[in-house]
């Protein structure tokens, strides 16, 4: 047993989450708490068919009603572009896709339910909304298709008919010609066919901005819930405006919660933008929990036939996958990028030596679908874990056996896969050991009789991933000593409620020998902090805390080469601790107070670090496992345990480690078991509150077991792999092979697709009976 104290300060300090007293007393600051002066309330009219030709009629009611201050539709935005989309893939064919045009507000055409039509500002919410009742849209009806699949049918409706085809694009992986030779000298060839069901990002606080503009300075203020200003302003400056990015500062204060959704700008940013410059004062717009539901992007929504080739002893010999990506009525600002990221990451952790995988993004009368918590990754690691369950029934040696079998060696890093990554390091075997001794795997045929005789199905099921993430780049830091002794650290990244001042303050303190509460974190300014890169990809602390780290190192030095000569000795006898610069050994010293005020030269105050560039991803990986027991009465799933061992490279701070994961389990328990979005034949949402569609709750959720096997990644400066996204790549796959495995062994039943609702279990075990 361990016995040893963790550090106070930096790597693997259990340290508490500085931010939290303010968020748990009331004291934080979200987008819509902010109110300035003066400020007007905006509303969306937003389309109420899938698709169909529309026009607007008389806006001179709606003009004329109380408060209103301004309304517009798409007449009145000439010269200015609708939302950008950078996900210009390379298709199979060598072109780049055509790029359909994402409006800012519909013309004469709406193609998904929540269209914007005309964006209306008043003096107060009310009456914007007052006034979108006096809009009459004639509505001429066209067929629309919300079905994924049946979106290539010959005779299905075309999202786009300019564009010929509900196939937005097509992109490959691997070699077709070697992995169908494969396939045909295979002993045997397992097949699945799969649903990765859509979801919806639910974060906690809805979106938001309030746009205030300048008209001495010709600037615009945007305050707004993003997970990164710098990239926001862009877009809407550049992209879609037209203006010059120092012509716009974007200020992102607390954000509850963000899942990759809050990195798109989507259209009510730069509507905010342009009307708080017409109106003449700021306006605020809120996002409705409905129209989240509707309008912002969506993840997952996947249909994937996938089929491993294997020889007599089950070792793989290929991989070949044909996978379907909904991408909703247009292109989403990242959104070709999320399948096209799937296909490399498609035989996980395993030794596979051929591999094709032919991806085909479908145009749906739907909302948008982008980055979710994973990005691509979770639906990778949920196909191939399927898959190789189904490997190891059909070949009779069981889950363990036939991932043992078929796991990347040690021996074997570095090692590039099919898909074109480069893992440096990884101990799969090693962590799989470990997750089946936590959990017991000897002892579940017991637990399973147990079940059994108490009229109950009890599975068990497990998932070995690896993801990748911390992808090529860097993130500038500035730390800065203040008059009062303090420090301010600047930097790029942007909180969502992962903790990042706590654990960039754990690379300071210890440096600068100050307690937790004098460091100041800046983010969310982009004219305080004058680059970065947001946060996304697992990217914040494996890249911002090399660069804290090495500015608070530098800051350090600079501090002590200014108090030697207040204390008349030399550099290397000085000490930082407690406030102070002390002559080691001795009583004598000042405070950190005093060589800032003393500092004849501010710049020696401050330390800048972007020296750092990180030329690879990271890769982290580990086993989950989950045992399930299913009532076959009702199709109730309890999930009776849950175990999780880690490589995350190295631990940062273990409490928020912990809180990334369980956060992470319990959203890809989420779409396992309950989160369902369902539109019908004609676009319709049908499950567009909370009241339609499920969530996990703290009683469908066990208690976690979480331990970690580190092994330090080769690519980044301290062995950090990231883990903010690893939690919902492993849950999926384990908790739904945990089901499987309670149906097959109950009865006969192999297949089932999320969510695994009672509705749906309950359905497959009576058509199994029968």
Same mark, same amino acid.
């Given at each position: 047993m361990n016995n040893v104290a963790p550090p106070k300060y930096g790597m693997g300090a259990r340290a508490k989450r500085t931010e939290d007293k303010a968020l748990v007393t009331g004291?934080?600051?979200?987008?819509?708490?902010?109110?300035?002066?003066?400020?007007?309330?905006?509303?969306?009219?937003?389309?109420?068919?899938?698709?169909?030709?529309?026009?607007?009629?008389?806006?001179?009611?709606?003009?004329?009603?109380?408060?209103?201050?301004?309304?517009?539709?798409?007449?009145d935005l000439a010269g200015v572009k609708g939302l950008p989309c950078k996900g210009k893939i390379r298709q199979v064919d060598g072109t780049h896709p055509w790029i359909p045009e994402h409006p800012l507000l519909c013309g004469d055409m709406v193609r998904q339910v929540g269209d914007p039509i005309a964006f209306i500002v008043a003096d107060t919410l009310e009456q914007a909304k007052m006034a979108s009742e006096t809009i009459e849209i004639d509505y001429d009806?066209?067929?629309?298709?919300?079905?994924?699949?049946?979106?290539?049918?010959?005779?299905?409706?075309?999202?786009?008919?300019?564009?010929?085809?509900?196939?937005?694009f097509a992109c490959s992986r691997g070699a077709k010609g070697a992995t169908d030779a494969a396939m045909l000298r295979a002993a045997r060839v397992s097949r699945i066919e799969i649903v990765n069901n859509r979801l919806v990002a639910n974060y906690m606080e809805t979106r938001g901005i309030v746009a205030e503009y300048?008209?001495?300075?010709?600037?615009?203020?945007?305050?707004?819930?993003?997970?990164?200003?710098?990239?926001?302003?862009?877009?809407?400056?550049?992209?879609?405006?037209?203006?010059?990015?120092?012509?716009?500062r974007v200020i992102t204060p607390d954000v509850g919660g963000g899942f990759g959704t809050k990195t798109f700008v989507y259209q009510e940013y730069p509507l905010a933008t342009i009307a708080a410059k017409r109106a003449g004062k700021p306006v605020k717009w809120i996002s409705e929990r409905s129209e989240h539901f509707l309008v912002d992007s969506h993840g997952r929504d996947n249909f994937a036939v996938a089929e491993m080739a294997m020889d007599e002893n089950g070792k793989f010999l290929a991989m070949r996958v044909d996978l379907l990506a909904g991408m909703g009525a247009y292109l989403s600002q990242f959104g070709p990028f999320i399948p096209e990221g799937e296909l490399t990451m498609l035989t996980g952790v395993y030794d596979i030596p051929h591999l094709y995988a032919l991806c085909r993004g479908i145009y749906t009368n739907t909302a948008t679908?982008?980055?979710y918590r994973g990005a691509g990754r979770p639906e990778a690691a949920y196909l191939v874990e399927r898959l190789v369950d189904q490997c190891g029934r059909d070949t009779g040696l069981g889950p363990v056996e036939?991932?043992?079998?078929?796991?990347?060696?040690?021996?074997?890093?570095?090692?590039?896969?099919?898909?074109?990554?480069?893992?440096?390091?990884g101990e799969f075997d090693g962590h799989l050991e470990q997750a089946l001794d936590t959990s017991d795997w000897k002892g579940f045929e017991d637990r399973a009789a147990a079940s059994k005789a108490a009229g109950k199905l009890r599975g068990f099921g497990m998932a070995t991933y690896v993801e990748a993430c911390a992808f090529p780049g860097t993130e500038e830091a500035t730390v800065r000593l203040e008059e009062d002794g303090?420090? &301010?650290?600047?930097? @790029?990244?942007?909180?969502?409620?992962?903790?990042? +001042? $706590?654990?960039?303050?754990?690379?300071?303190? =210890? !440096?600068?020998?100050?307690?937790?509460?004098?460091?100041?974190?800046?983010?969310?300014?982009?004219?305080?902090?004058?680059?970065?890169?947001?946060?996304?990809?697992?990217?914040?602390?494996?890249?911002?805390?090399?660069?804290?780290?090495?500015?608070?190192?530098?800051?350090?030095?600079?501090?002590?080469?200014?108090?030697?000569?207040?204390l008349e000795a030399s550099v290397e006898d000085l000490e930082l601790a407690e406030g102070m610069v002390r002559v080691a050994g001795t009583n004598r010293g000042v405070t950190l107070a005093d060589v800032a005020r003393s500092a004849k030269d501010p710049q020696a105050l401050t330390a800048f670090d972007d020296d750092f560039e990180q030329p690879e991803p990271t890769y982290p990986n580990g086993s989950h496992i989950a045992e399930v027991e299913i009532?076959?009465?009702?199709?109730? &799933?309890?999930?009776? @345990?849950?175990?999780?061992?880690?490589?995350?490279? +190295? $631990?940062?701070?273990?409490?928020?480690?912990? =809180? !990334?994961?369980?956060?992470?389990?319990v959203q890809g328990i989420g779409q396992a078991l309950y989160e369902h979005t369902v539109y019908d034949a004609d676009g319709q949402l049908l499950s567009a509150s909370f009241l339609d569609y499920a969530m996990p709750r703290a009683d469908g959720v066990p208690s976690f077991n979480f331990e970690t096997r580190n092994v330090p990644s080769k690519t980044n400066a301290f062995g950090i792999k990231g883990a903010g996204e690893a939690g919902s790549i492993g849950s999926c796959p384990a908790v739904m092979n945990a089901v499987v495995d309670a149906l097959n062994r109950g009865c006969g039943i192999t297949h089932i697709d999320m969510p695994a609702t009672p509705e749906r279990v309950w359905a497959a075990i009576q058509d199994a009976q029968a």
């Open positions: 004291a934080g600051h979200f987008t819509d708490d902010y109110a300035p002066e003066g400020m007007l309330h905006a509303y969306v009219l937003r389309s109420s068919m899938a698709h169909a030709r529309i026009k607007v009629g008389d806006l001179s009611a709606a003009r004329e009603t109380a408060g209103v201050r301004l309304v517009m539709t798409h007449e009806p066209l067929p629309a298709i919300a079905d994924l699949r049946g979106a290539l049918a010959d005779d299905a409706p075309l999202v786009w008919p300019e564009h010929g085809t509900n196939v937005a300048d008209a001495e300075a010709d600037r615009y203020t945007l305050t707004m819930g993003t997970q990164g200003g710098h990239g926001m302003r862009d877009r809407i400056a550049k992209d879609i405006l037209g203006i010059p990015a120092s012509k716009i679908v982008d980055a036939i991932r043992r079998r078929n796991f990347i060696k040690p021996e074997a890093f570095p090692y590039e896969t099919q898909g074109g990554r480069i893992y440096d390091s303090t420090v &301010t650290l600047l930097i @790029g990244t942007q909180t969502n409620g992962q903790g990042h +001042a $706590t654990a960039y303050s754990q690379f300071i303190v =210890g !440096q600068l020998g100050i307690d937790y509460d004098k460091v100041k974190v800046v983010q969310g300014d982009t004219d305080q902090v004058p680059n970065g890169e947001g946060t996304g990809g697992s990217r914040s602390i494996p890249l911002g805390a090399v660069s804290v780290h090495n500015a608070a190192v530098k800051l350090a030095e600079q501090v002590k080469r200014l108090a030697s000569d207040q009532d076959p009465e009702t199709g109730t &799933t309890e999930i009776v @345990g849950y175990w999780i061992v880690d490589d995350f490279g +190295a $631990t940062v701070n273990p409490m928020l480690l912990e =809180g !990334q994961v369980h956060g992470g389990i």
